[in-house]
């Protein structure tokens, strides 16, 4: 390869998408940092002029299969490759499966699962033609462990984990590796963000779901609080692993999210991690 390698990367207008336009474009990147509406890009701008660095902004919208063909097709015009793709863009929602609607489902596994499912094919054809390439998908600890109020959420990063480690054994045959980046709490927007899209569902919450939110909602808060970490540490371990000769296919990026997921490996009755959220919803 000659001249800098091409970064693709979803979500950056605030958060973990936001601070990882930044340290890839540090380390060396041409960034294609998108958006689902470039009408956000102030404060990546602000960051970048901060940082020194310069990043391509453009549009696109993982729900939207014209917005994704679009994006790809027009970073190989311009720039003849794409060495790496950030999965980032995501979102929650809060409700337990009583409370979820058939469009707050298929919203969240859009955004979530198929919207990482279509990118990711759209870009295989140009990495397996460098013989080259790095696809980096943000999950979640919410993909390896269910938790209450967050069964959709949890299903489509679990479907990603499941798409992610079938296609990895296979992509290496092409010469390109598959990353998945799996944080516990991160203090971003996206909590605020959660609690907007599901306010309707959470402000219609009947007994014995309201006090059982309520609860939930308060300890995870405590958990945010004390463990979260912020989107650029996030961004910093996107960035080695895109940098890296030969990247793990799994991070986990805490040690708390270590020891929660280890609950889940170490037992396998599976009691563990029911018993650690049966605790939260606790009075
Ligand atoms: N924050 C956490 O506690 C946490 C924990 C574990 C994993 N994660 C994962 O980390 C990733 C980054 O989240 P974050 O913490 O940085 O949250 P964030 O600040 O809310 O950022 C989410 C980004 O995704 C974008 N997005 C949402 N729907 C989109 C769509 N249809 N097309 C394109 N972009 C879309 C948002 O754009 P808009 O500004 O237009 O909404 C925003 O740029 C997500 O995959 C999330 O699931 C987050």
Redesign the pocket.
Known sequence: MTGQPVALI?????????HTAVRLAEAGHTVVA????PG?QQALLDACAAAGVSVEISL?????QGSIDAAVTDVIARHGRIDVLV??????FLGSVEQTGDADLRRTM???FF?VWNLTKAVLPQMRAQSSGKIIS?????GLLGQPFNEA?CAA?FAVEGMMEGLAPLAKQFGVDLCLV????????????VRATSAAVLASLQEPYATLAQRYMGSTGDV?ATY?QT?DE?ARIIAALATSASPNFRTITSEFAKAMVSSKVVDPTGNSVIKIFAERLKG
């Open positions: 979803t979500g950056c207008s605030t958060g973990v998408g936001l998108t958006m689902r509406d956000k696109l919208d993982v729900c939207n999965n980032n863009a995501g979102a929650g859009e955004t979530n919207g943000v999950t979640s600890v919410g959420y990063k799996e944080p516990g709490p991160i203090n971003t927007e996206f909590v605020a963000s945010f979260g989107g996030i």
